[in-house]
């Protein structure tokens, strides 16, 4: 459901996720998120990025995770890419893509 | 001086009413008899009418402002003379249900420089269609010529029988004045057409409001469209009266893997595709940079006209300037909406980031309005379409004259292209007469069987499950 790259030359942090992301697999992915993920309160150097290649739902839940972590990340420092356009869209209509970086 | 306003306010709105209470007593007959001759009136002077919007405005061709006159009435009128507006419009036996059409009330009217008689036109026919009082405000760039369509339409009403002051024009063209006129309690609807500014003001004036704003028209080029025919379809829409269609394409988005022959094709029917020293020089004069919306000398201008006021050289007979881009936003003005013959262009590595790239587009201020697909795959088409928010998806088909109906498709004909929520409407639909009535509902006695054979007194057991209660309900049915 998730997986963690790390890549220390561009101190990039990519969470790769797949599947449908509803609000019971939300559950178990907070616990994984908030293991596996620095805790910068936004200071931090490092990238964080939701790969979304392979996800073709998310829960409302889910976007909340995405808005925590973007908070804790230095500003610009969180994205979400890849996202199949429906993805995309659900990012639109929540009103947040702009401050996730949803590309 | 406000309160000199006010007056002038108080008196167009107490005509108004005036001439509201007297339509409302017109049958069908009385009223069709008004709507046909003002659609003559106005279609016989629909040269003099677009000579006399592309002097005065200086946008846009006056041949293509003719064929706008002639949608505003020949179309617009032929798609609505047979609609009943007045009193029973249906009637359905088995239901007991029975539609009773009742007019709304003074209606006022925003007409846009972009295309002003033939908005005049159109808006006056379907609001005399549903036995509504119109009162046009003009913008002040094309009142002479708005003027003059008021003139006509309204000799030609009230020589066919029609209330005294059905059609009005505000002389005063203040924004104040809109202001006033646009939250005053007598007004029962405003039909509003223009730039961001004067809808808000539309909604924000407390009465109920159709707005149409800007569209930020996409348009995908995808892999199994016939590309050809797509850019020649391009063209002709963006070229159309010079682009001052508010549903005119503004961006093209292809895959790269097409990318070449779409550019060669656009390229051998004419269109030039600037370098970025251009682009720079062109995004200048075109996009106002503070507002990040497009600068109103460039509206409805030609491609020489342009490339003069840039400082470009283009090569003779271009009909369309086109600018590559890397992205949209604030950084690449040209990525907003431009009435005029410009086109962003991008090229993306795959079929989602390219279709990605057009949601982009759809909400960089376009939200609601049209967007566009060239394609020849059905699930691509359908795709495409469940992902943009947009009244209209048009597939295979040019948008400036198909977004607006008739030409291309079954849509309604209109000058008026409802938004949906997106741009803050209440429909989507392309606005005629039957948007612009009261539909009142009589329902007549026609008990529920269903309801009355079950024993309520069950709703009132909390022991029953729902299931229970569900069966029993529709037991022996």
């Not at chain 2, 007991?96 to 420089?113: C, D, H, N």
């Not at chain 2, 009230?158 to 505000?170: F, K, R």
């Not at chain 2, 509003?192 to 707005?211: E, K």
Request: net charge negative; with cysteine.
């Amino acid at each position: 459901m998730v997986t963690f790259n790390y890549n220390p030359d561009d101190k990039v942090l990519t969470a790769t996720f797949s599947g449908r992301l509803d609000t019971i697999a939300v559950m178990k992915l907070s616990e994984i998120i908030q293991i596996k993920l620095p805790m910068t309160d936004g200071k931090s150097e490092e990238k964080i990025v939701f790969d979304l290649r392979d996800v073709d739902y998310i829960s409302s839940s889910f976007i909340r995770i995405c808005v925590n972590v973007a908070k804790q990340a230095a500003p610009g420092n969180f994205s979400i890419a890849h996202c199949q356009p429906f993805i995309k869209k659900t990012f639109k209509i929540s009103g947040l893509d702009d401050i996730l970086h949803v590309s | 001086m406000i309160e000199n306003l006010n007056d002038q306010a108080n008196e167009i709105l107490d005509r108004s009413l005036l001439a509201s209470a007297e339509f409302h007593q017109y049958n069908q007959e009385q009223t069709d008899r008004i709507v046909e001759a003002v659609f003559k009136a106005g279609f016989k002077n629909r040269v003099k009418l677009a000579k006399m919007a592309h002097e005065e405005t200086g946008m846009g061709i006056w041949e293509h402002k003719v064929i706008k006159n002639v949608l505003g009435t020949q179309l617009v009128y032929e798609s609505i003379r047979n609609e009943r507006t007045v009193g029973v419009i249906s009637s359905d036996p088995k239901t007991g249900i029975t539609e009773i059409a009742q007019p709304l009330g003074p209606i006022l009217a925003v007409i846009p420089v972009t295309n002003p008689t033939s908005t005049t036109l159109f808006k006056i026919l379907i609001c005399l269609k549903s036995r509504n009082p119109i009162i046009i405000s003009a913008h002040r760039g094309a009142s002479k010529s708005c003027s003059e369509t008021v003139r006509i339409c309204y000799e030609a009403a009230l020589e066919a029988g029609a209330p005294e002051d059905c059609i009005q024009m505000i002389k005063s063209g203040s924004r104040e004045f809109t202001k006033i006129i646009m939250g005053h309690p007598k007004v029962a609807l405003i039909l509003a057409t223009g730039g961001t500014g004067l809808v808000n003001a539309a909604y924000s004036s407390g009465n109920p409001a159709i707005g149409v704003g800007p569209g930020n028209v996409p348009v995908y080029i995808d892999e199994s469209a016939d590309i050809p025919f797509a850019c020649k379809n391009i063209i002709s829409s963006k070229t159309f009266d010079n682009g001052t269609i508010c549903a005119s394409e503004q961006s093209i988005v292809v895959v790269s893997s097409i990318e070449q022959k779409v550019r060669e094709e656009f390229e051998r029917q004419h269109c030039y595709f600037l370098n970025n020293e251009e682009i720079k020089k062109v995004e200048k004069i075109a996009i106002v940079e503070e507002s990040m919306s497009m600068s109103p000398y460039i509206v409805g201008q030609p491609v020489s006209v342009i490339a003069a006021k840039a400082g470009i050289t283009i090569p003779e007979g271009t009909r369309i300037l086109i600018a590559k881009l890397d992205g949209i936003g604030r950084d690449y003005p040209l990525s907003v909406e431009v009435l005029a013959p410009i086109l962003a262009f991008y090229s993306a590595p795959d079929h989602r980031t390219a279709v990605n790239l057009c949601v982009d587009l759809n909400y960089l201020g376009g939200i609601g309005h049209s967007a566009c697909i060239y394609a020849n795959d059905e699930n691509r088409i359908y795709e495409y379409a469940e992902l943009l928010n947009a009244g209209r998806v048009l597939v295979n088909t040019p948008t400036s004259q198909g977004a607006v109906g008739y030409f291309y498709n079954h849509l309604p004909p209109s000058l008026t292209l409802g938004c949906g929520t997106g741009g803050k409407n209440i429909t989507t639909e392309n606005i005629t007469a039957k948007n612009l009535i009261n539909i009142q509902r009589v329902s007549r006695r026609n008990p529920n069987e269903l309801w009355f054979s079950f024993d309520q007194s069950k709703y009132y057991d909390e022991s029953l499950s729902v299931e229970e209660i569900m069966n029993e309900y529709y037991k022996n049915h």
